[in-house]
């Protein structure tokens, strides 16, 4: 079983869709979590920490349910220029901070 | 204050040359991480990295593989011997210590071997 599991997609939807993508994580001990975003051959970028409590960012919310290994980032009223992969990251128990990437949900948004 | 810094962007190989990596971490930041992503894959971790020390290289292979983090200088990933298997998108990224809240990447380095 993979560490971090996500479903690949494509997510194919309108501009000004709601979007929602999950994920699920294996190590109960993980310590933090973050989704990052990656254009297409570029490096990943911090999209946004997710906190327990829940966390919004603009049109972005995410959430985090410790209880099931599960994340969640939900994208309202879509633009063009979110089309991009989207990563679930986690942060281990272990030494330093090693992350450990979800294989990432593709998204597209059309116009 | 400029981000993580790698170079080359892209570097091409012949089979059995060697590649060199660099990174530049952020200023102020001493610890240094190498990932490899191959393609149609995810990011994979290789090595965490602090001035002088290796911390964890679990994710390096075995062989032919290498890194270091000098006192002075930028962090190096090495690869010894290239096989096309390597070929992939190599990305460094760097925090400082103490709390943490997500790292930034540099660019990367796309290694071609033909």
């Known amino acids: 079983r993979k560490e971090v599991e996500q479903d690949p997609g494509p997510f194919n939807v309108p501009e000004g869709a709601t979007v929602a993508f999950n994920c699920t994580y294996s190590n109960s001990a993980s310590q933090s979590f973050f989704w990052y975003r990656q254009d297409c051959r570029k490096e990943p970028k911090l999209l946004m920490s997710?906190?327990?409590s829940g966390n919004e960012d603009g049109r972005f919310t995410a959430q985090l349910n410790r209880a099931s290994q599960y994340i969640s980032l939900l994208i309202r009223d879509s633009k063009l220029s979110d089309s991009a992969t989207y990563l679930c990251v986690v942060k281990g128990d272990g030494v330093g901070n090693k992350l450990v990437f979800g294989a990432g949900t593709i998204l597209r948004v059309k116009s | 204050n400029a981000g993580v810094m790698q170079n080359p962007r892209h570097l091409v190989r012949r089979r059995g040359q060697e590649a060199r990596l660099r990174c530049s971490p952020m200023?102020?930041?001493?610890?240094v991480y190498w990932y490899r992503q191959l393609p149609e894959e995810g990011l994979k971790f290789m090595v965490y990295l602090q001035k002088e020390n290796i911390i964890d290289e679990s994710g390096m292979p075995k062989e032919r593989f290498s890194a270091e983090f000098p006192k002075e200088g930028p962090s190096i990933l090495r690869i010894q011997q290239v096989v096309r298997g390597d070929s992939a998108a190599y990305f460094c990224?760097?925090?400082?210590?103490?709390?943490?809240?997500?790292?930034?990447f540099g660019s990367g380095t796309r290694l071609t071997v033909v």
């Open positions: 997710v906190y327990s």
């Open positions: 990224a760097s925090s400082p210590s103490g709390s943490f809240n997500g790292y930034t």
């Open positions: 200023k102020g930041h001493s610890h």
